[in-house]
């Protein structure tokens, strides 16, 4: 049985950095794309990074890039976002899910870490 | 950059069928995948590359997409359909990930 979970949210300070794991189980970690997927609170989904199965191809919405870094320990299976100069706008559920490849369907989701940027 | 648009509501009794769009410019040329979000829930992927569905998922639920409009169409609605549907598709352009904005279904 696949099984993603997320850990590292809570409340930061605005220009404050987090670091999200997503602890990842059932399949074969190193062969799938991850991708994070943030969704503020009442809104729509929306994409964050994706990441490929090896590690060497990563992909950053524009509201991210700069600030986002992600990266995955196929050693571990686990997948990493780390979040520096953090903004109330980053204010969100964030979501890992995993996919064949970076361009598909994102085919599992795990149940979301919420990370509050507050003063 | 890429944009979907999805109605933000629809509504549908029971045992209708309801259907969901999604535009985007020429989608009919990119893979359109579905999702379903329960309150409370992750997303739950229940249609992808335009019309297949994951194991699991009820024949109900069926894609199409052409044109400028990709189609969720939900058969024999049941109470349990209620949620939140996103599309995606992947923008070769400027390779990013693209959700529409998400329609809540109300089942009457």
């Known amino acids: 049985e696949v099984q993603l979970l997320e850990s590292g949210g809570g409340l930061v300070q605005p220009g404050e950095s987090l670091r999200l794991s997503c602890a990842a189980s059932?399949?074969?970690?190193?062969?799938?794309?991850m991708s994070w997927v943030r969704q503020a609170p009442g809104k729509g989904l929306e994409w964050v990074s994706s990441?490929?199965?090896?590690?060497?191809?990563?992909y950053y919405a524009d509201s991210v890039k700069g600030r986002f870094t992600v990266s995955r320990d196929n050693s571990k299976n686990t997948l990493y976002l780390q979040m520096n100069s953090l903004r109330a706008e980053d204010t969100a559920i964030y979501y890992c899910?995993?996919?064949?490849?970076?361009?598909?369907?994102?085919?599992?989701w795990g149940q979301g870490t919420l990370v509050t940027v507050s003063a | 950059s890429y944009v979907l648009t999805q109605p933000p509501s629809v509504s549908v009794a029971p045992g209708k069928t309801a259907k969901i769009t999604c535009g985007g410019n020429n989608i009919g040329s990119n893979n359109v995948n579905w999702y379903q979000q329960r309150p409370g829930q992750a997303p739950l992927l229940v249609i992808y590359?335009?019309?297949d569905r994951p194991s699991g998922i009820p024949e109900r639920f069926s894609g199409s997409n052409s044109g400028n409009t990709a189609t969720l169409t939900i058969s024999r609605v049941e109470a349990g359909d209620e949620a939140d549907y996103y599309c995606q598709v992947w923008d070769s352009s400027s390779d990013h990930w693209v959700f529409g904005g998400g329609t809540k279904l109300t089942v009457l």
């Open positions: 899910a995993k996919s064949s490849g970076v361009r598909d369907e994102f085919d599992y």
């Open positions: 059932g399949f074969i970690f190193g062969s799938d794309a």
């Open positions: 990441l490929s199965g090896s590690g060497t191809a990563t």
């Open positions: 590359f335009d019309t």
